[in-house]
Every structure is written in C-alpha cells, then in structure tokens.
C-alpha cells in the first residue's frame, strides 16, 4: 500500500514561513511527477495545484505563490518539500501531496496550514 505523509503545518502569523514535507512509500519515487495542491477550509473551494516538481527536475508553481514557494525533491530520502515564505492569510488551506506515474496516482491526507494574527 503505498502512502504519501504529509507534515510541517501548523499555525503561523502573516509574512512568517513553514516548510511542508511529504515522504512517500513508494519503491522507485524518483520516476513520480510529484506535487503539491492546496484546498482551503470554506463552503465551495476546489483543490487548487500550488506547485509541481517533476521526474525531470522541472518545477512549477502557480501564480499565487511564485516567488514566496520554493519546492524541492531529494529522491533518496523519497521526499518532497515545500519551503513557503511571505505567508498570507489566504494561503490558509490544507496542503496535500500527489505522486502520479504511469497511470497510478496518490494523494496524502494532507497537513492544515493556518496563518493568522
């Protein structure tokens, strides 16, 4: 059964930074197109992708974070990281990793990120 653990959330006060991990399970992790979606906690919020961080070592990020998130992978470690830095209030949300490859596709539980005064 393969799993992603996410951790590293927590509560933070705006402009202060986190660092998420997420280890996977899985045996040979470094041909997985890894990434990190958000979802915040209101009535009617979809899952929105943050960042992408690929076998290849292309990484990408949305908009609304680029140039406050840094991810980074250390295949060895079957870990993923998401260095997030300048929070806002609306990066308020629950931080999930995705693993896909070849059609096979995995989500962790996610960790709950709060940034508040």
């Known amino acids: 059964q393969v799993q992603l653990v996410e951790s590293g959330g927590g509560l933070v006060q705006p402009g202060g930074s986190l660092r998420l991990s997420c280890e996977g399970s899985?045996?040979?992790?470094?041909?997985?197109?890894m990434s990190w979606y958000r979802q915040a906690q209101a009535p009617g919020k979809q899952r929105e992708w943050v960042?992408?961080?690929?076998?290849?070592?292309?990484?990408n990020y949305a908009d609304s974070v680029k140039g406050r998130y840094t991810a980074s992978r250390d295949n060895a470690k079957k870990t993923v990281y998401l260095q997030m830095n300048n929070l806002k209030p609306e990066d308020t949300a629950v931080y999930y990793c995705?693993?896909?490859?070849?059609?096979?596709?995995?989500w962790g539980k996610g960790t709950l990120v709060t940034v508040s005064s």
């Open positions: 995705n693993g896909w490859a070849g059609g096979m596709n995995y």
């Open positions: 899985m045996i040979f992790f470094s041909i997985y197109d």
């Open positions: 960042a992408s961080l690929g076998r290849s070592g292309t990484i």
